[in-house]
Each structure stands twice: as C-alpha cells, then as structure tokens.
C-alpha cells in the first residue's frame, strides 16, 4: 500500500489529505453514534417514567445527559412555565428541527470525498499514461524510456486504486452514518409524541 501512494503521482497529496479528513470525521462521528446508542434510549424510558410521578426527578436526569440529542430536545419543551399544549408541542418541534444539523454533522464533506476521490484517481491516471506515451518513440521502441514508460504506468493504476479505496471506505461509513440519522429521526419523533401525550394528560 505504502508502494502504491508513492508511486501515485502529484494526486497522492490531495488524496490523502482526503483519507486523514475522511478518518478523523469518521472517528467523531464512530464516537458520536456509539455515545448516543449506548445511553439514550435508557435514559429516556427512565425520565418518561419519572415523568408520570415526579417532573423534577425527570427534568434533573435529563439535565445530566445534555450531551444527547433527546434529552436537549425533551428540556426546551419542560422548562416553559406553564405552556399550552400547542406550546409545548411547537416547542418540541423547534427543538427537534435544531437537533437535525446535528446528527447530520459531515454530510456534505462525507459525501463531496466520496465525489472527488475517484476523479482525483482519474486524473492520475490520466497524468500517468501521458508520461508513459511521451516517452514512448514510435518506430523505435528499442531507445524508448523503459523506465518511464513503466513508472507513468504504475502511476496511472496506483492513483486509481488510491481514489477508490478513499471513496469506498467512506462511502461505506457515509451510508452507515445516514441510516443511524433516519433511526435517530424516528426515535425523536417516536418519544416526542410520547412526552406529548403524558403533557397533555398531566395538564
């Protein structure tokens, strides 16, 4: 591999500082999903119970894990004084709708990589068979640059395979990250309409 990014040509550069961005925003984001399902839905269904017998037991609890999602969106809805049922659910909207960006973070960079990489590996290859055609002569391959020739060849292929192990991996981790979004989408819809529904019953 370590062959391979040094035979990759000038697109070597641009690649892998696409690989350590790649890494390092997957390593955040690994941390970032693993927090989230490791803690929050126990979280949750213990404040959604507290909440039916004690809203200050279950308002602290959640003022302790305001690292997660749920909870940040839960409080901007308990902490009104006295608000409506149209104001509390308007505020869990709100809340819901700023927590968006958030479980989105790296999107776009995950998904402009995933873009670029192999283009960058296309442009290799095209820079390095363009070293090998001029240092071929044609109508005597005997005096061509042998040396050359096989250098702009490997060139051209190691680029390639670089931009699609770059692309790949993220792609693959992109995907990973979008489908916990959609899940984390439903559970906030999902225990939203649950703390609406003891609100209105308490209210």
Known sequence: MIDSIASAGIVA???????VLSLTLIGERCYFWFRV??????????????????EDAAVKLLRKNTDLPIPRIFLEALELDRPTPEEFRLALESAA????????RFG?????????????????????LMTSFASLKLGDIGQSDTANVTGGISEALSSTVLGLVVAIVTLLFSNGFRSFYRRQAALIREYGGRLELIHRRSS
Do not use: H, M
């Open 108 to 128: 776009v960079v995950f998904d402009s990589i995933v873009a670029v990489s192999p283009l960058l590996g296309l442009l290799g290859t095209v820079l390095g």
């Open 37 to 54: 399902w490791r803690r929050q839905d126990a979280v949750i269904q213990k404040a959604l119970r507290l909440l039916q017998t004690n």
């Open 13 to 19: 550069v641009p690649l892998l500082l696409f690989s």
């Open 97 to 104: 709708q700023a927590e968006l960006p958030v479980l989105r």
